[in-house]
Nanobody
Framework: QVQLVESGGGLVQPGGSLRLSCVAS????????MNWYRQAPGKERELVAT????????TYADSVKGRFTISRDNVKNTVYLQMNSLKPEDTAVYSC????????????WGQGTQVTVSS
């Protein structure tokens, strides 16, 4: 079955960096666009970054442009999110995601990893 397992979250001071990883299994990873989302307490889930199946195209939320970098390794079935210059407002649970469209849209999610930016 499909599994998405995130890791790399933690507590970091403002201005610091973290690298999140999401290891995928149970599907042909290299065929799918992958996404990172985040959700802060009391807020709606936000799409942070997207990477195409080959890694040739990436998009970012305006709030993270220039600070975050999404990448992938299709040999290791892993998608990464490098987060630099972290701000307190980046505090959230970060989850990786992909979706299939076979008549209906089906979203697959990992369990999420907590990122807390605080001094």
């Amino acid at each position: 079955q499909v599994q998405l397992v995130e890791s790399g979250g933690g507590l970091v001071q403002p201005g610091g960096s973290l690298r999140l990883s999401c290891v995928a299994s149970g599907f042909t990873f290299s065929r799918y666009t992958m996404n990172w989302y985040r959700q802060a307490p009391g807020k709606e889930r936000e799409l942070v970054a997207t990477i195409s199946s080959t890694g040739g195209r990436t998009t970012y939320a305006d709030s993270v442009k220039g600070r975050f970098t999404i990448s992938r390794d299709n040999v290791k079935n892993t998608v990464y999110l490098q987060m630099n210059s972290l701000k307190p407002e980046d505090t959230a649970v970060y989850s990786c995601n992909y979706r299939t469209v076979l008549g209906v849209i089906t979203n697959y999610w990992g369990q999420g990893t907590q990122v807390t930016v605080s001094s």
